[in-house]
Each structure stands twice: as C-alpha cells, then as structure tokens.
C-alpha cells in the first residue's frame, strides 16, 4: 500500500484537474473491478457485482492547488486558491503545474512583519525573465510541489488529503474477494471546492448505503485544538463534523465489526470541514452515510503525516463491513 | 392527546439532529391516529399521509422534529468537553442543566471554574467553550465505562405554563411547528379535503435543512407549506423583522415563497379571522422552505412562522393560540384547495 | 443589434421573486421566433429551439432574468418605509439615490441627513442598511404601508443612458450605461442567438432567483435535463485605474470573458477550449476571467442529475449590483457572435469523458 500510497501522493491533481490521478487510479485498480466508469464530472467508478446491498465508497483523488490568476510584465504570476490552501505555509514552498514546470513562491516586502502576510503579495517565480518567456496562462492550476518521504511507520507527503482514502479503496479492492455486495468504488473530483463530483456522482450511483474515506484532524500535537483523535491510535469512525452527522446505524456497525475483528478503532467528533459523505448523505431521497477517516497531521500544507498502521486498520475495516451483512 | 399535551411530550422528548429516534417514536404513534398512512424515509423523517377525496396531487406540510443539542468531544479526566451540533450562544451555557446521552441517560450540569478565583479582567470575558465542561459526578475511573466521544447531549428542561396561554420549553424549535401540522391533521377530521396530504416531521434541519431537502424529493408534492418558529418581539430585539407573540402566524413573503400559496394563506385567515402577521424574507429563509422549493424541478412552497420568544435556549416561549391557529389556518388552505390553483402556479405569458 | 431592447431589458424591473415584468418582455419579444415557450413553477420561462437533427444533442443556455434589489421591511409611524436588500448590495452605493416602489412605479428618495448636520467623524462611517429608509412623502406609516405593504419590492430609478461616442447601427459600439447590466445583457445575448436553428435541441432558459442562490437554475437544469450548458452573465469588470493593475477580473472593451473557475464551478475544460478555439478561429477578441470571482448559473447547473458539463460565458460590466452599471456594445457584439460560432462548431457526439484538455 506504501508503494500506492507514494504514487499517489506525487500525482498531480488540483480540484478539476484530476486526470494524472484517474489515470494513475486506472492502472492500479486494472483487473480489479467488473466495470469501471467515468462520469460528466470526471468522477471514477469501479464496480464489483454482488447482490446484496448497493454500497458506495467514496474517496476523492482532488488536492488543494493553486491558479494563476494574473501574469505580470517580469514574468512574476500571481495565483488564487483552489480549496482552502492556508497562507501562512506558502512562502518558500514550491509548487508544480501540470506540464511539470515548477516555480517557488516569493512576496513583496512586508511592512509589518507581526502580521500573517496577505496571499495578495505573494508571486509565482518559475525563472521567466519576462511575460514572453511564460508559457502558461490565466487559469492554469499547480499543486503544491513536495516529494513522499518514507519514515518508516509514519510517512509524509502533499495531497495525503485524500490520496490516503484513495490508497485504501485501492488496497481493499486488492484484498476483497467473495464479498456479496455490490460495491461501487468512487474516486471523486472537486472534492476541496465544495464537494462537487460526490453530488453528481453519488445522484447516479443511488447506493442503498453510502461511506465516505476521507482524512480528518489530529488533536495529539502541541496545544493542538482539543479533538480526541491521535495518529496511531486506528482507523477513526466519524460521529460527526462541520457538515454532517454520521447515520447512527452505520456508526454502530462500524464500531461492531471493528471490535469483532480486533480492529483498532477510535470515535471521531470533528468540529470544522466536512467530507464527500455531506452531499452523498443528502442524495436524492437521503442514503445512509458514515465517513472512515485516516488521521492525519497538518492538514492542507505540503507535509500531510500519517501512520500507515492507521491506514491499515482503515483498509481492514472497509473489508470487515464488506464481506458481512450490511443491515441497519 | 391535545395538541398541547402532544406538544409538552415531543418537547420533552429527545432527539438531536442525526439522532430524532425517540421523539419520532411519539411523532409517528400520534400522527397515526389522524392518516391513513405512516413512512419513516432512509433519512428518519416520518410522513403522516392522509389521503383527500380526490388524490392524485399532494401537499406536503414541514416542522422539523430534531432541537440543537451538544455532543461529546473528548474525555478529559473527570469531566466532558463538548460542542454543539446547531447554533447555541455559548453565554447561555454555563451553569446549566443537562442529560448526557451515554451507556445510560445521566443527568449532568454544564461547569466552569468558579468566578471567585477569576481575575477582574477574566470575569468580564465570554467563557470560551473549551473552558466550559460536563460533570456528571464520574470519577475519571469510571467515565470510560459510561461516556465515550460522541454521545450526544441535550438541555435538561422541562415544559412550563406561563400566564395568558403562553408555555416554555427546550425544542420549542421546531417540535411547535411538529405540533402544528398535529393541530393541522385533527381539524382535517371536520373537513373533506381533495388533496392528499403528507404531514412530515422532517430530520436535520438545524444542520442544513438535510431532511426536508430528502423528504422533498421523495414527496414529490405538487406544493408545500413549512412550519418553523420566528423571532418574536422581546425588549432586547428590534421592531423590524420580529412578529408579536400571541397575534397569529407570521406568513412569509419573499423569493422563497411562491406567491399563489402566500396569497391562499392570507385569504384563509381572513375568511376564518385567524389573524396573521406579513414576514418579508428578502433571500435565504433558514428554514425547510429554503430546501423545499429547489427540489427536483421546483415546488410552489409557503412558509408559516410561530412566533418564539428566546430561541435555541432551554426556555423557548410561545402562545399555545398561536400554534392552534396555525394549524386550523393549514387545515382550511388544504380543505379549500383544488385544480385550479395549479394553473396560479406557473405564471401567464403574453400571448401577443 | 438592437439596442433599444437591452434598453427595454435594463428598464424592466424584476428583483429576485419578482421577475414577471422582465419575464413578460421577453415573451413578447420571443413568441413566434422560438417553437416553444413555457414557464415554470418558479417562474424561469423556457425558450425551447427544435434542432435539425443533424445532432442528438440537448443544449441549455441560461440568463438569469432577476436583478438586486430591495424588499420593504416595515415603516417608522412618520411615514419613511424601512428594507432590506434583495440580493448582493454594498449599502454605500444606495445613500441618496431614486429608486421606484412596487408593481405601480411610485418613486421614492433614499433619504440622508443634510451634511451640515453631522459631525466629521460621522462621515467616516458606512451607514448601514438598517439605518437607510425610502421617503415616498407619504405622511405616517398606514398610508406608507398602503402603497407599499411588507414584503414589496423596489429597485433603483435608473434610465438607460448612451454614454459619448456611441454609435448604433448594424454594428453598434461605444458604451452605454444603465442599471441590472448583470444579467440583463445576458438575457440579450439569449434572446439573439436564439433567432436561428441549430443542429441540436437548444433550450434558452431565463431563470429566476439567481441573486439569492442560483435557484431557478438548479430547478430548470433538473426538469431540461440537458448534455451540456452555458451560463451566460454581466460579469464584474474592476479595469479602474489602480497602483497595481492585478486584478481588473475583466477589462471593458477586451471582448467576451471566458470563466475558467468561479466560486461556484470549475468550466468543463471542452467547453472552454471550444471557447478559446472558436474565438482564435474567428478572430474575436476574448478575455480570461480573473479566476475565483463570483458565481453564476453554471455552479447550480452543473451539479444537476448526474452531472452537466458547464461554462460560464460573460459580458464585461462596470459597476454591477449598483444602480448604474456600463458596459461595451462591441463586447456585447463579440459575446453574440462568439456564443452563435461556437455552438455552430459544438462537436456533435459528446462523451462523458472528462478531457482535461490543456491543463494535462
């Protein structure tokens, strides 16, 4: 799953820009599923037949990114956000387009150093020395540019939000065999902008039972804001978050076949964001959803930390409740 | 059961957005006594449907059934510390009663640090929510027996009578809009009405009007009317925009309401002398007529407000008349309706 | 072009919830052009354009018909009416300015206090929408109530204006000033494309309800149920001269604005490239929208079913949601003419697959 887990992460895919992930997502997954599909809004599903419930899981392949915006006479691009990229992480911090230019971040002078610099004073440099020599346009999108390292139990890269969820479909598409659903693999687009390949996606799947892999917020770091969830501690079973209460059923049956299975799990209350689960829990006449989400440190910055053990448990929770009885 | 009584048992009931469970138990036991028929939809919304003489188009009715409520964050030794699902003010919480939702329903009050160990300073600041915690009288041996992250909390309030018919209660918001449409379903007893109506005490409206948006699509009305409470006026709150306690229904006017259904609703009350109060709501509702309208390809929808004095505290005030006017205004507007109001519904063109 | 119909179109008055007098002028002017014309239940009204047939596909343009405006909230018992506003407005923009109240046009003054009665520091501060009110002379608050009873609208009194150097004609051009430029001018654009037959079913929808969240469009793009749309808007225009020219989001005179992302939707890449392609191939002018600003039709839309691939398409205009706006009648000319060649190439098979185009 590491070995995923690094393609993955160094794919290049800003919200509406996923391509180099579906791709990606296609050769992993080849052989895997009975039908794979790609729908309007560039969302990927992978089907494997069964006949029990319709279950959708969803994870979505879109990372926070960066557009330009506006392109100066020396060459110097300025840039809005896709998805909520914090400011205070972007000075220095390298970021790649999709042709594979890079450029670092600079800013203008600061008058007032006590102050988080505005996004408005900083610049893309990727090295032209004037307007000519850009070859990009308005409206071309880069991802934060930042290799995976491999610390052994804990790994780091960009775009662990969601990749990680996407690493685990993949993985408990690998290891789930005889499983009586029909299970339909989701890997969403535009997740970071509002949740928008799940809304059409989910509208055309019309699962019976929906769940969202997703990564959420850690509480274990330094006067971190309060949140019982810790890396290392399992696979975390959303309660609720910024946007949507978990279906207590699915809750239950989650925590149910984690204690059956000697799953390492932990409960999560999470008060900001919100995940895929939102809008497929609102779809069409309402579908019954619960969100597996994989620890996660800092979240939307370039070095997202996880613990593969966690990812692990996560992988073999999604198989637990797929192999078993789903009813609520 | 009277609509008053019905409403002192679902305020005092349970059920926080996501998790309406026990108070959809009385909803639907109740409700069945007035329609023919009761649907709980994958989302937890209970639809009363009692079918009119005619059938074939359908009004749906809205109060939302859940109340805003807290939910356990973390276990921090001996104490809960929480947030909220829905909007609270923080400043009403401290020293406040509550039932912890855990292995067993507990009993708990809402703690902070004594004021008398507070600096001047720190004693005129906002007690912040993560300084604010549960005691339910646990040791911290024993919380991780009883209490685990997640488990909801609720306002441990009970129903009041206050003078001149008026009444308080936690989940004032919306169980009154719940026992409107109960008022609504009885008065239909005296009534024959063509149209088949679905009662429906809708989920999650405090978390984004996630059941009326579902409800909805699986109705399918053909038009809809949503019971929500509105801000009545109190000394602490500006004329414009509040409504009277105790003078009627406020009617909404606005974008979100078609104007065929608002005209209806007027006509009625004053047929039947009902007094109302007019609502200009210039943009987004806030209530289940927000969700309502956009539904599949559009559905004409009024919306009738209640007005509530101290919203989304444990002592939300209305006049019970109110409540009852409501629904005697509801069950007229769907007696009087037929096939011709479907032609008001969508606007004439020019036909030069 | 006639430009005495966007004169019509900017007159008309029809706030979110009250488009009927906006909606009604359109008829009118489409009845016996289009093969269909239908309103629905929110009041979005559908010009429906049979295709050839050449393609199978079903197309949908949209324009929102409603403008911002404001909504009688109550009146003080001296007689001054009290609102709020109905959609997007900067309240600074309304101080002292006309507006016109309800359905009968009954004119009214945003009142101020006399400069001479206030204090300096006084005028440093915005006055709130709260504390603004309409004075139609009426002397206490029954008669106010009486002409413009709670939950009525009212808009700003602007007439259309020809700004200097204006010529019409065939190819009109210069720039002309007037108020509800967003999205009037796209109903305009709508409403002259839809004079001729396309390979394809073509659906113009005027839609309602934009200013206050998208909602006639959500609902039209749910019952037309089309292959592909495009949002056609009066798009914010900031090309004033500034110390640092970063951001004018569109630039007046520079021809149609292309929106590759917004804050409601990312444009499918196709329809963008067939945007950009159509423009280079035809030798019209075009501009890139600033990314991220705003929202139009296409953020509803392209979330509909199972999902809609969407662009946004729009008219530079200065000054929107404030009671004059400005625009360019050669920008208008070239977003036509852009729109018409680019649905004459639309391919006419349309896969689902997602292109990414030049950005991969």
Same mark, same amino acid.
């Given at each position: 799953?590491?070995?995923?887990?690094?393609?993955?992460?160094?794919?290049?895919?800003?919200?509406g820009?996923?391509a180099q992930?579906?791709?990606?997502i296609?050769e992993?997954?080849?052989?895997?599923?009975?039908?794979v599909?790609?729908?309007?809004?560039?969302?990927?599903v992978?089907?494997k037949?069964?006949?029990g419930?319709?279950?959708?899981?969803?994870?979505?392949?879109?990372?926070?990114?960066?557009?330009?915006?506006?392109?100066?006479e020396k060459?110097?691009?300025?840039?809005?956000?896709?998805?909520?990229?914090g400011?205070l992480g972007?000075l220095?911090?390298? /970021?790649?387009?999709?042709d594979?230019t890079?450029? !670092?971040?600079?800013?203008?002078?600061q008058?007032?150093?006590?102050? /988080?610099?505005?996004?408005a004073?900083?610049?893309?440099?990727?090295?032209a020395r004037?307007?000519?020599? !850009?070859?990009?346009? /308005?409206?071309d999108?880069?991802?934060?540019?930042?290799?995976f390292v491999?610390?052994?139990?804990?790994?780091?890269?960009?775009?662990?939000?969601d990749?990680?969820g996407?690493a685990v479909?993949?993985?408990?598409?690998r290891?789930?065999?005889?499983?009586?659903?029909?299970?339909?693999?989701a890997f969403?687009?535009?997740e970071?902008?509002?949740?928008?390949?799940a809304?059409?996606?989910?509208?055309? !799947?019309?699962?019976?039972?929906a769940?969202?892999?997703?990564?959420?917020?850690?509480?274990?770091?330094?006067?971190?804001?309060?949140?019982?969830v810790?890396?290392?501690?399992?696979?975390?079973?959303?309660?609720r978050?910024?946007?949507m209460?978990?279906?207590p059923?699915?809750?239950?049956?989650m /925590?149910?076949?984690a204690?059956?299975?000697g799953?390492p799990?932990?409960?999560?209350v999470?008060e900001?964001?919100?995940?895929?689960?939102?809008?497929m829990?609102?779809?069409?006449?309402?579908?019954?959803?619960?969100?597996i989400s994989?620890?996660?440190?800092?979240?939307?910055?370039?070095?997202e930390m996880?613990?593969?053990?966690?990812?692990?448990?996560?992988?073999?929770?999604?198989?637990?409740?797929?192999v078993n009885?789903?009813?609520? | 059961?009277t609509?008053?009584?019905?409403?002192k048992?679902?305020?005092?009931?349970?059920?926080?957005s996501?998790?309406e469970?026990?108070? #959809?138990?009385?909803?639907?036991?109740?409700?069945?006594?007035y329609?023919?028929?009761?649907?709980v939809?994958?989302?937890?919304?209970?639809?009363?449907?009692? #079918?009119?003489?005619v059938?074939?188009? #359908?009004?749906?009715?809205?109060? $939302?059934m859940?109340?805003?409520?807290?939910?356990v964050k973390?276990?921090?030794?001996?104490?809960?510390?929480?947030?909220?699902?829905?909007?609270?003010?923080?400043?009403?919480?401290?020293?406040?009663?509550v039932?912890v939702?855990?292995?067993t329903t507990?009993?708990?009050?809402?703690?902070?640090?004594?004021?008398?160990l507070m600096?001047?300073e720190?004693?005129?600041?906002?007690i912040?929510?993560?300084?604010?915690?549960?005691?339910?009288?646990?040791?911290?041996e024993?919380?991780?027996? $009883?209490?685990?992250v997640?488990?909801?909390?609720?306002?441990?309030?009970g129903?009041?009578?206050?003078?001149?018919?008026?009444a308080?209660?936690?989940?004032?918001?919306d169980?009154? +809009?719940?026992?409107?449409?109960?008022?609504?379903?009885?008065?239909?007893?005296?009534?024959?009405h063509?149209?088949?109506?679905y009662?429906?005490?809708?989920?999650?409206e405090e978390?984004?009007?996630?059941?009326?948006? &579902?409800?909805? $699509?699986g109705?399918?009305?053909?038009?809809?009317i949503?019971?929500?409470?509105?801000?009545?006026?109190t000394?602490d &709150?500006?004329?414009?925009?509040?409504?009277?306690?105790?003078?009627?229904?406020g009617i909404?006017?606005?974008?979100?309401i078609?104007?065929?259904?608002?005209?209806?609703?007027v006509?009625t009350?004053?047929?039947?002398?009902i007094?109302?109060?007019?609502?200009?709501?210039p943009?987004?509702s806030?209530?289940?007529a927000?969700?309502?309208?956009?539904s599949?390809?559009?559905?004409?929808?009024?919306?009738?407000?209640l007005?509530?004095?101290?919203?989304?505290?444990p002592?939300?005030?209305l006049?019970?008349?109110?409540?009852e006017?409501? +629904? #005697?205004?509801?069950?007229h507007?769907?007696?009087?309706?037929?096939?011709s109001i479907?032609?008001?519904f969508?606007?004439?063109?020019?036909?030069? | 072009?006639e430009i005495?119909?966007?004169?019509e179109?900017?007159?008309?008055?029809?706030?979110?919830g009250?488009?009927?007098e906006v909606r009604?002028?359109?008829?009118?002017?489409?009845r016996g052009?289009v093969?269909d014309?239908?309103?629905?239940?929110?009041?979005?009204?559908i010009?429906?354009?049979k295709?050839?047939?050449a393609?199978?596909?079903r197309?949908m343009?949209?324009?929102?018909?409603?403008?911002?405006?404001?909504?009688i909230?109550?009146?003080?018992?001296?007689?001054?009416?009290?609102f709020?506003?109905?959609?997007g407005i900067?309240?600074?923009?309304?101080?002292a300015?006309?507006v016109?109240?309800?359905?009968?046009?009954?004119?009214?003054?945003?009142?101020?206090?006399?400069?001479?009665?206030?204090?300096?520091?006084?005028?440093?501060?915005?006055i709130?929408?709260?504390?603004?009110?309409?004075?139609? =002379?009426a002397?206490?608050?029954?008669?106010?109530?009486?002409?413009?009873?709670?939950?009525?609208?009212?808009?700003?009194?602007?007439?259309?204006?020809?700004?200097?150097?204006?010529?019409? =004609?065939d190819?009109?051009h210069?720039?002309v000033?007037?108020?509800? %430029?967003?999205?009037?001018?796209?109903?305009f654009?709508?409403?002259?494309?839809l004079?001729?037959?396309? @390979?394809?079913?073509?659906?113009?929808? %005027?839609?309602?309800q934009?200013?206050?969240?998208?909602?006639g469009?959500?609902?039209?793009?749910?019952?037309?149920?089309?292959?592909?749309?495009?949002?056609?808007? =009066?798009t914010?225009?900031?090309?004033?001269?500034?110390?640092?020219?970063l951001?004018?989001?569109t630039?007046?005179?520079r021809?149609?604005a *292309?929106?590759?992302?917004?804050?409601?939707? *990312?444009?499918?890449r196709?329809?963008v490239?067939?945007?950009?392609?159509t423009?280079?191939?035809?030798?019209? @002018?075009?501009?890139i929208?600033?990314?991220?600003?705003?929202?139009?039709d296409?953020?509803? *839309?392209h979330?509909?079913r199972e999902?809609?691939?969407?662009?946004a398409?729009?008219?530079?205009?200065?000054?929107?949601?404030?009671p004059?706006?400005?625009?360019d009648?050669?920008?208008?000319e070239?977003?036509?003419?852009l729109?018409r060649a680019a649905?004459?190439?639309?391919?006419?098979?349309?896969?689902?697959?997602?292109?990414?185009?030049?950005?991969?």
């Amino acid at each position: 799953m590491k070995d995923t887990l690094k393609r993955l992460t160094e794919a290049f895919g800003p919200s509406g820009s996923e391509a180099q992930v579906r791709d990606l997502i296609r050769e992993e997954i080849s052989g895997l599923a009975d039908n794979v599909t790609e729908d309007a809004l560039g969302n990927l599903v992978a089907v494997k037949k069964g006949s029990g419930r319709r279950v959708m899981l969803a994870a979505h392949m879109d990372e926070i990114g960066l557009i330009i915006s506006y392109i100066d006479e020396k060459g110097f691009l300025r840039f809005g956000t896709i998805g909520g990229v914090g400011t205070l992480g972007l000075l220095g911090t390298r /970021v790649r387009f999709a042709d594979g230019t890079v450029g !670092v971040i600079g800013m203008e002078k600061q008058d007032d150093r006590s102050k /988080v610099p505005d996004r408005a004073s900083m610049y893309i440099d990727i090295g032209a020395r004037n307007r000519d020599e !850009v070859h990009l346009r /308005v409206g071309d999108v880069a991802c934060l540019d930042r290799p995976f390292v491999d610390g052994g139990s804990r790994v780091m890269a960009k775009a662990m939000d969601d990749r990680a969820g996407c690493a685990v479909l993949i993985e408990a598409m690998r290891r789930l065999d005889d499983c009586p659903h029909e299970v339909h693999f989701a890997f969403t687009t535009q997740e970071e902008v509002g949740l928008r390949g799940a809304t059409t996606c989910a509208y055309c !799947v019309e699962p019976e039972v929906a769940i969202a892999l997703d990564v959420t917020m850690t509480g274990d770091t330094p006067k971190a804001p309060m949140n019982a969830v810790s890396l290392g501690q399992g696979a975390a079973i959303k309660v609720r978050d910024g946007g949507m209460l978990s279906h207590p059923a699915i809750k239950d049956l989650m /925590v149910r076949r984690a204690e059956e299975n000697g799953i390492p799990y932990q409960l999560e209350v999470l008060e900001g964001g919100t995940t895929d689960a939102r809008v497929m829990q609102t779809s069409r006449s309402g579908i019954p959803t619960g969100v597996i989400s994989v620890p996660c440190r800092y979240v939307h910055t370039p070095s997202e930390m996880i613990e593969m053990a966690d990812a692990e448990a996560c992988v073999n929770l999604v198989t637990a409740l797929l192999v078993n009885d789903i009813s609520l | 059961m009277t609509t008053a009584e019905f409403l002192k048992a679902i305020t005092e009931s349970t059920g926080v957005s996501g998790y309406e469970k026990l108070v #959809r138990g009385i909803v639907q036991e109740q409700f069945s006594a007035y329609c023919d028929e009761i649907r709980v939809d994958p989302m937890g919304s209970v639809w009363g449907i009692k #079918r009119g003489t005619v059938g074939g188009r #359908r009004i749906m009715l809205a109060g $939302h059934m859940d109340e805003i409520g807290l939910i356990v964050k973390k276990i921090d030794r001996h104490v809960i510390r929480f947030t909220s699902v829905g909007g609270f003010d923080d400043r009403i919480l401290p020293g406040q009663p509550v039932w912890v939702h855990g292995k067993t329903t507990m009993p708990g009050v809402i703690g902070m640090r004594p004021p008398h160990l507070m600096t001047e300073e720190e004693r005129g600041k906002v007690i912040a929510r993560d300084d604010l915690f549960i005691d339910v009288g646990l040791t911290e041996e024993q919380m991780a027996d $009883h209490v685990r992250v997640g488990d909801l909390i609720t306002l441990r309030r009970g129903y009041v009578e206050l003078k001149n018919g008026l009444a308080a209660s936690k989940a004032m918001d919306d169980r009154a +809009g719940v026992a409107s449409i109960f008022e609504c379903l009885q008065s239909l007893q005296g009534l024959h009405h063509q149209w088949d109506v679905y009662a429906v005490a809708t989920v999650q409206e405090e978390t984004g009007l996630r059941g009326a948006m &579902t409800s909805a $699509h699986g109705v399918q009305p053909d038009a809809a009317i949503a019971i929500d409470v509105t801000f009545a006026r109190t000394p602490d &709150t500006p004329e414009i925009g509040t409504v009277e306690t105790d003078k009627g229904p406020g009617i909404a006017r606005g974008p979100n309401i078609h104007p065929a259904i608002f005209e209806g609703l007027v006509e009625t009350a004053k047929k039947l002398e009902i007094p109302y109060q007019t609502e200009a709501i210039p943009g987004r509702s806030g209530t289940d007529a927000w969700a309502i309208q956009v539904s599949r390809q559009g559905v004409p929808t009024g919306l009738l407000g209640l007005p509530l004095r101290y919203m989304h505290t444990p002592s939300e005030t209305l006049a019970l008349r109110d409540v009852e006017r409501c +629904g #005697r205004l509801m069950a007229h507007f769907i007696a009087g309706l037929d096939e011709s109001i479907i032609g008001r519904f969508r606007p004439s063109l020019p036909q030069e | 072009m006639e430009i005495s119909f966007l004169q019509e179109l900017s007159e008309a008055r029809g706030p979110s919830g009250f488009e009927g007098e906006v909606r009604d002028l359109l008829a009118r002017r489409l009845r016996g052009t289009v093969d269909d014309l239908s309103a629905d239940t929110i009041g979005n009204l559908i010009a429906f354009r049979k295709g050839s047939g050449a393609s199978p596909l079903r197309v949908m343009v949209s324009a929102h018909m409603d403008e911002v405006g404001l909504m009688i909230v109550g009146a003080e018992s001296s007689g001054f009416l009290r609102f709020r506003a109905i959609g997007g407005i900067d309240p600074r923009v309304l101080v002292a300015k006309r507006v016109l109240v309800g359905k009968d046009r009954i004119p009214g003054i945003l009142g101020v206090k006399p400069v001479h009665l206030t204090e300096a520091s006084e005028r440093r501060n915005v006055i709130k929408i709260e504390q603004l009110y309409i004075d139609m =002379g009426a002397k206490n608050k029954e008669e106010a109530l009486a002409a413009a009873p709670v939950g009525e609208f009212a808009t700003f009194d602007t007439p259309f204006s020809y700004l200097e150097g204006h010529e019409l =004609g065939d190819h009109p051009h210069g720039r002309v000033a007037g108020k509800a %430029f967003d999205d009037r001018v796209g109903c305009f654009v709508l409403a002259s494309i839809l004079d001729q037959e396309y @390979p394809f079913d073509l659906y113009g929808v %005027f839609t309602v309800q934009e200013e206050v969240g998208l909602r006639g469009a959500q609902v039209a793009a749910h019952a037309v149920f089309p292959d592909l749309a495009f949002a056609l808007e =009066g798009t914010v225009c900031d090309d004033s001269p500034k110390e640092d020219d970063l951001s004018p989001t569109t630039a007046l005179g520079r021809g149609p604005a *292309i929106t590759i992302a917004d804050a409601s939707v *990312i444009s499918d890449r196709r329809l963008v490239d067939l945007l950009i392609d159509t423009a280079v191939a035809e030798g019209i @002018p075009y501009q890139i929208k600033q990314p991220n600003i705003g929202g139009t039709d296409a953020g509803a *839309i392209h979330l509909s079913r199972e999902g809609v691939p969407s662009v946004a398409l729009a008219v530079p205009s200065r000054y929107i949601h404030s009671p004059e706006s400005v625009l360019d009648l050669t920008d208008l000319e070239n977003t036509i003419k852009l729109l018409r060649a680019a649905l004459g190439r639309l391919p006419s098979t349309w896969n689902t697959r997602q292109d990414q185009g030049r950005n991969q």
